[in-house]
């Protein structure tokens, strides 16, 4: 399958080495010294006791880089605007676009059927609709990503998840379409756990738990994960987390998920810097939109009382507006 993983940083330059050892033509659009150590030296995956050095093309221009069967769309939320103005030559009228990001995604209130209220105003997270423009709605596929990495060095990525690299993709109408069962297949001939899903905003409302209640918090202590375990914090998790359980449940989603596991005694916090929290240490637009305005919205539209989410949403925009990480 020929693939362009747009933006391999961490997460995509795990997935663009693995899809590349098992066979796949793969490129990459990155820029600056990623890029260049990546034309010299290859790209480099650490995971575990692994070691894969892939050859990949790579270019910050994807012109240089032609249709492709699949686009694998790993750009943060705040960095989608480049995206939508130069992906036009990777795009066929038949190639998907997988949009692997935190948070909630531009498309969500897109094919979302009437078993469930509408999605509030998510506008800002397509500003003036240049996603749905440049892509256009039939190419567009849900996806949700758990896997933790770390740019090392340019060209260099660490997988620091190698037993839990696991991307899911739906069509955002949920059709078990063949282009989709295609893109599994690949993904797990890659060693890409991709488990079939009926229900993407299951997943995409599962897996924003952790960044909306949890990484926040590390945000605004500008600690890593253990700090969601000590005696002062950890309740103030769990209230964050109940308010996100209502918010999923008025928007028809019922997730199996509970403060008492999510934050109880038997989870396990890894020494992890969440990416909201290096965003801001590093300087990089933040996904304040996605991972915290957007969720509150949905609060909002449903009348559903979020105090804790308030807070965080107010302390967490002003920190990051005061650094010119995010607009208000």
Request: hydrophobic residues 45%; aromatic residues 4%.
């Amino acid at each position: 399958m020929k693939i362009c993983v747009f933006g391999a940083g961490a997460i995509g330059g795990n997935f663009a080495a693995r899809l590349a050892e098992a066979g796949n033509d793969v490129s990459v659009v990155v820029r600056g010294a990623h890029l260049e150590a990546i034309r010299a030296n290859g790209l480099t995956l650490l995971s575990g006791d692994r070691k894969i050095v892939a050859k990949v093309r790579a270019s910050d221009k994807p012109a240089d880089l032609g249709p492709q069967d699949v686009v694998l769309s790993t750009m943060k939320a705040s960095g989608q605007a480049v995206l939508a103005e130069t992906i036009g030559p990777l795009l066929r009228d038949d190639t998907p676009v997988a949009f692997v990001q935190n948070g909630i995604p531009w498309w969500y209130g897109h094919g979302i059927g009437d078993k469930r209220p509408p999605a509030p105003d998510l506008s800002r997270l397509d500003p003036g609709g240049a996603l749905a423009r440049a892509i256009g709605l039939g190419r567009t596929l849900g996806s949700v990503v758990t896997s933790s990495n770390h740019v090392i060095e340019p060209g260099v990525v660490r997988n620091i998840s190698p037993e839990r690299n696991v991307l899911w993709v739906a069509e955002t109408n949920d059709e078990q379409s063949p282009r989709v069962l295609e893109l599994r297949k690949t993904l797990i001939a890659a060693g890409i756990s991709s488990p079939a899903t009926t229900d993407i905003r299951y997943d995409v409302w599962h897996k924003l738990m952790a960044n909306l209640t949890g990484s926040t918090l590390c945000l605004l202590l500008r600690e890593p994960t253990t700090i969601q375990a000590t005696a002062m914090i950890n309740p103030l998790a769990r209230r964050a987390h109940a308010e996100a359980l209502a918010v999923a449940k008025a928007h028809g989603v019922v997730l199996d998920d509970s403060p008492e596991v999510r934050y109880g005694p038997k989870r396990v916090y890894p020494d992890h810097r969440p990416s909201i929290l290096q965003d801001y240490e590093l300087g990089r637009p933040m996904e304040i939109e996605a991972i915290v305005r957007a969720p509150v919205a949905f609060a909002r539209s449903a009348g559903v009382a979020t105090p804790t989410l308030d807070t965080i949403e107010a302390l967490a925009v002003s920190l990051a507006v005061s650094k010119g990480l995010y607009k208000l």
